[in-house]
């Protein structure tokens, strides 16, 4: 076989049963996949379930802490958890640009491989197409995931009262300042690591105290800020949320501070955010800090009856409003 | 982090606090009102965004100045750019410059269109851009304050060094003494005391604003940015206004030195020469620009590419140029937040981020 992708690979014919029988099937061949049907027959224990689709266009496709393989997994799958939800399932489709390395495809399916099974969820069905050099920046993924839901959640930002607690279950920005490092080539002793990583057992160790949790939600794309202000929009209330409580990693907040990036409006990929009443605040947070991926949790903020707003008290004791990103993250002028 | 977050206690800042209430009751005794206009844009965005504003007895306004580069840049500018990018040429900018409006369009729209926009963090992006690409012309955006102009120039000369010829400079290089002395010139505008920039005074020096503070008898202080030199720099313009003994104060001397960085000043004159420029919202203001010096103009990106730089068309009822003046605060154009937005902006300072118009309407409650 060639050491990089070929239009060939995606034509259908001999190339394409290569590609799959040696790089595809030995790592997800296990479950339905094994017999390459065109759809998968899957049976699931309960009719709640949960179905949700994301795709993959991260640049560079390799950063500090993961890639775009892993990063494929952990996103479903999150999106999944949020929604009180045990990931199961999961369809992946790759577009291969010609010309890809081979071995960097390897490591890209290697990290999915290991994500996958590190979440407990099976890749049932798939596609793979090739696209010719300069039409995507190396591969793009797209991934699908069904989920079996969680008895007692019962999530809605309509649920939340004043006095409600905010939870994050770590570090904030990491993915996005680590994407960003690697792709400008900022490179930075103790620099930002992204925090991909999977939120589903976060979930599951706190369904004890399911029907008091309001809300779950991982502030991907726009960071905390978008998810915060999405909660209350045109609602009757509002978030206030302690900027000495938030936690930042020191690489992380030194890169955000030199490039002049307000880091609530970066992604992070491992980070739960969870309202809940402010009676079980702290038995979720003890609950969490005994797990690897909740070591770090914190509770940040409460809701307000400050109808519609994110108020952040700042670290000198001041107020401001936290907006909505702009979207594209933009460096300033000095 | 250690040592930028000692700038950003809570235990000082209550300290600050009490004490400009104090210096609030003995205006109060006066029977004055001061008015304190922060220079720069970055200041702006960190009063903003620390909520500083709500420090300040009633006694004390504030109100934002021109130090914002983006904000005072001639739409035309983007234009030329634009123009540029349409003819294969890489553009590369700082990101700040993307979404400001020109005439017509901006740079993330002439992007969309296929133009190559590059954002660079730093000039030296620009230069590696420009040897990466042998076979395209690269020009960069050089748009900025003294604070700015001086890496620049500095790449500008590394470029020279290496031979690199396919780089140019559009340059709206501006200068801030001037401008304050425009503005403090002008009777309609009232302001008691400057908070004088950081970066641009590490450049210039402290000294640079002695002259105009003494022809006018203005309080000034250099600051940093950091929430508490904020306050410690407010604190001490307002001492000097209650004590009425107005004067040039470096509050920022760990960075900012009294005649400022001399390295950086040799090789800004080597290079650039002064000239008149037109500010938005205060006019021509003579020698107030740095521009190419004449052997130098191989990397004048007009003169390479037979360019002419023509005013740009505004926004009529924009009024950046009162904001950029202190005569009005943003919340009182009719198009902020109405039909002038972050995600839609008429006006430069919507969108810079280090306008007065995008810090109030990111951070204050409208």
Same mark, same amino acid.
């Given at each position: 076989?060639?050491?990089?992708? %070929?239009?060939?690979?995606?034509?259908?014919?001999?190339?394409?049963?290569?590609?799959?029988?040696?790089?595809?099937?030995?790592?997800?061949?296990? /479950? #339905?996949?094994?017999?390459?049907?065109?759809?998968? &027959?899957?049976?699931?224990?309960?009719?709640?379930?949960?179905? *949700?689709?994301?795709?993959?266009?991260?640049?560079?496709?390799?950063?500090?802490?993961? !890639?775009? /393989?892993? %990063?494929?997994?952990?996103?479903?799958?999150?999106?999944?958890?949020? &929604?009180?939800?045990?990931?199961?399932?999961?369809?992946?489709?790759?577009?291969?640009?010609?010309?890809? #390395?081979?071995?960097?495809?390897?490591?890209?399916?290697?990290?999915?491989?290991?994500?996958?099974?590190?979440?407990?969820?099976?890749?049932?069905?798939?596609?793979?197409?090739?696209?010719?050099?300069?039409?995507?920046?190396?591969?793009?993924?797209?991934?699908?995931?069904?989920?079996?839901?969680?008895?007692?959640?019962?999530?809605?930002?309509?649920?939340?009262?004043?006095?409600?607690?905010?939870?994050?279950?770590?570090?904030?920005?990491?993915?996005?300042?680590?994407?960003?490092?690697?792709?400008?080539?900022?490179?930075?002793? !103790?620099?930002?690591? *992204?925090?991909?990583?999977?939120?589903?057992?976060?979930?599951?160790?706190?369904?004890?105290?399911? #029907?008091?949790?309001?809300?779950?939600?991982?502030?991907?794309?726009?960071?905390?800020?978008?998810?915060?202000?999405?909660?209350?929009?045109?609602?009757?209330?509002?978030?206030?949320?302690?900027? *000495?409580?938030?936690?930042?990693? #020191?690489?992380?907040?030194?890169? &955000?501070?030199?490039? /002049?990036?307000? %880091?609530?409006?970066?992604?992070?990929?491992?980070?739960?955010?969870?309202?809940?009443?402010?009676?079980?605040?702290?038995?979720?947070?003890?609950?969490?800090?005994?797990?690897?991926?909740?070591?770090?949790?914190?509770?940040?903020?409460?809701?307000?009856?400050?109808?519609?707003?994110?108020? %952040?008290?700042? *670290?000198?004791?001041?107020?401001?409003?936290?907006?909505?990103?702009?979207?594209?993250?933009?460096?300033?002028?000095? | 982090?250690?040592?930028?977050?000692?700038?950003?206690?809570?235990?000082?800042?209550?300290?600050?606090?009490?004490?400009?209430?104090?210096?609030?009751?003995?205006?109060?005794?006066?029977?004055?009102?001061?008015?304190?206009?922060?220079?720069?844009?970055?200041?702006?965005?960190?009063?903003?965004?620390?909520?500083?504003?709500?420090?300040?007895?009633?006694?004390?306004?504030?109100?934002?100045?021109?130090?914002?580069?983006?904000?005072?840049?001639?739409?035309?500018?983007? +234009?030329?750019?634009?123009?540029?990018?349409?003819?294969?040429?890489?553009?590369?900018?700082?990101?700040?410059?993307?979404?400001?409006?020109?005439?017509?369009?901006?740079?993330?729209?002439?992007?969309?269109?296929?133009?190559?926009?590059?954002?660079?963090?730093?000039?030296?992006?620009?230069?590696?851009?420009?040897?990466?690409?042998?076979?395209?012309?690269?020009?960069?955006?050089?748009?900025?304050?003294?604070?700015?102009?001086?890496?620049?120039?500095?790449?500008?000369?590394?470029?020279?060094?290496?031979?690199?010829?396919?780089?140019?400079?559009?340059?709206?290089?501006?200068?801030?003494?001037?401008?304050? +002395?425009?503005?403090?010139?002008?009777?309609?505008?009232?302001?008691?005391?400057?908070?004088?920039?950081?970066?641009?005074?590490?450049?210039?020096?402290?000294?640079?604003?002695?002259?105009?503070?003494?022809?006018?008898?203005?309080?000034?202080?250099?600051?940093?940015?950091?929430?508490?030199?904020?306050?410690?720099?407010?604190?001490?313009?307002?001492?000097?206004?209650?004590?009425?003994?107005?004067?040039?104060?470096?509050?920022?001397?760990?960075?900012?030195?009294?005649?400022?960085?001399?390295?950086?000043?040799?090789?800004?004159?080597?290079?650039?020469?002064?000239?008149?420029?037109?500010?938005?919202?205060?006019?021509?203001?003579?020698?107030?620009?740095?521009?190419?010096?004449?052997?130098?103009?191989?990397? +004048?990106?007009?003169?390479?590419?037979?360019?002419?730089?023509?005013?740009?068309?505004?926004?009529?009822?924009?009024?950046?140029?009162?904001?950029?003046?202190?005569?009005?605060?943003?919340?009182?154009?009719?198009?902020?937040?109405?039909?002038?937005?972050?995600?839609?902006?008429?006006?430069?300072?919507?969108?810079?981020?280090?306008?007065?118009?995008?810090?109030?309407?990111?951070?204050?409650?409208?």
């Amino acid at each position: 076989m060639s050491e990089s992708i %070929l239009l060939g690979h995606g034509g259908g014919g001999r190339l394409s049963q290569q590609l799959i029988a040696r790089e595809i099937l030995p790592r997800f061949g296990d /479950g #339905p996949l094994r017999t390459l049907p065109d759809a998968a &027959a899957l049976e699931l224990s309960s009719c709640q379930i949960r179905f *949700s689709t994301d795709s993959f266009v991260v640049q560079p496709l390799e950063f500090p802490g993961g !890639n775009i /393989g892993d %990063l494929a997994v952990h996103g479903t799958v999150n999106d999944l958890a949020v &929604a009180g939800a045990v990931p199961r399932w999961l369809s992946l489709a790759l577009i291969l640009e010609e010309g890809l #390395p081979l071995v960097t495809l390897r490591r890209v399916l290697d990290a999915l491989q290991r994500a996958a099974h590190q979440c407990g969820v099976v890749v049932a069905t798939g596609d793979t197409k090739v696209v010719r050099r300069g039409q995507c920046d190396g591969m793009y993924i797209n991934t699908s995931g069904i989920g079996e839901a969680l008895p007692g959640f019962s999530l809605g930002v309509e649920h939340l009262v004043p006095g409600d607690r905010i939870l994050v279950s770590g570090t904030l920005g990491d993915h996005g300042m680590a994407v960003l490092s690697a792709r400008e080539g900022l490179q930075v002793h !103790n620099g930002p690591v *992204s925090d991909s990583r999977p939120l589903h057992r976060l979930v599951q160790a706190v369904q004890t105290w399911a #029907p008091e949790i309001r809300f779950m939600r991982d502030p991907t794309r726009g960071g905390l800020a978008a998810v915060l202000n999405e909660m209350v929009m045109g609602r009757e209330v509002g978030l206030h949320v302690r900027e *000495s409580a938030l936690p930042y990693a #020191p690489g992380t907040k030194a890169m &955000a501070e030199v490039l /002049g990036l307000d %880091l609530l409006h970066v992604a992070s990929e491992g980070c739960l955010v969870l309202l809940c009443a402010a009676g079980v605040a702290e038995k979720i947070l003890a609950c969490w800090h005994a797990l690897p991926e909740g070591v770090g949790a914190k509770e940040i903020g409460w809701v307000t009856q400050r109808r519609g707003r994110v108020i %952040l008290e700042t *670290s000198i004791g001041g107020e401001r409003v936290v907006d909505l990103p702009g979207g594209e993250l933009l460096p300033r002028i000095c | 982090m250690n040592y930028m977050d000692g700038f950003r206690r809570l235990e000082a800042a209550v300290h600050f606090r009490a004490r400009l209430a104090g210096h609030g009751r003995a205006l109060a005794g006066q029977g004055r009102k001061v008015h304190l206009m922060e220079v720069c844009g970055s200041h702006t965005m960190a009063i903003a965004r620390y909520g500083i504003r709500g420090f300040l007895p009633e006694q004390v306004a504030l109100v934002s100045g021109p130090g914002c580069p983006v904000c005072v840049t001639d739409p035309g500018l983007i +234009d030329v750019a634009i123009t540029l990018a349409g003819q294969g040429v890489i553009v590369a900018t700082f990101g700040d410059m993307v979404r400001v409006p020109g005439s017509h369009a901006t740079l993330a729209k002439a992007r969309a269109a296929g133009g190559r926009i590059e954002i660079c963090y730093s000039p030296l992006q620009a230069l590696q851009l420009a040897i990466h690409h042998p076979e395209s012309e690269v020009v960069f955006l050089a748009v900025g304050f003294e604070t700015t102009i001086a890496p620049i120039v500095a790449m500008l000369d590394t470029a020279m060094r290496q031979g690199v010829a396919n780089l140019s400079l559009l340059t709206a290089f501006k200068l801030v003494p001037p401008a304050l +002395d425009a503005l403090l010139a002008d009777p309609d505008i009232r302001i008691d005391g400057l908070l004088c920039p950081a970066h641009v005074s590490a450049i210039i020096g402290a000294d640079a604003y002695r002259p105009y503070a003494e022809r006018h008898g203005v309080a000034c202080v250099v600051a940093g940015f950091e929430p508490l030199d904020i306050l410690y720099g407010l604190d001490g313009l307002v001492e000097q206004l209650v004590t009425n003994k107005p004067c040039v104060d470096n509050q920022y001397s760990r960075v900012v030195k009294a005649e400022g960085n001399r390295q950086a000043q040799r090789l800004m004159a080597h290079y650039l020469e002064p000239a008149a420029a037109a500010w938005r919202g205060l006019g021509s203001i003579p020698e107030s620009a740095l521009v190419l010096r004449r052997q130098f103009a191989r990397y +004048d990106a007009l003169q390479r590419h037979g360019l002419t730089l023509q005013p740009g068309r505004h926004n009529p009822r924009c009024l950046c140029g009162e904001v950029l003046k202190g005569k009005i605060r943003p919340r009182e154009c009719s198009l902020f937040g109405v039909a002038c937005l972050p995600e839609q902006p008429l006006g430069p300072c919507m969108v810079s981020s280090e306008g007065s118009c995008a810090a109030e309407y990111k951070y204050e409650e409208c």
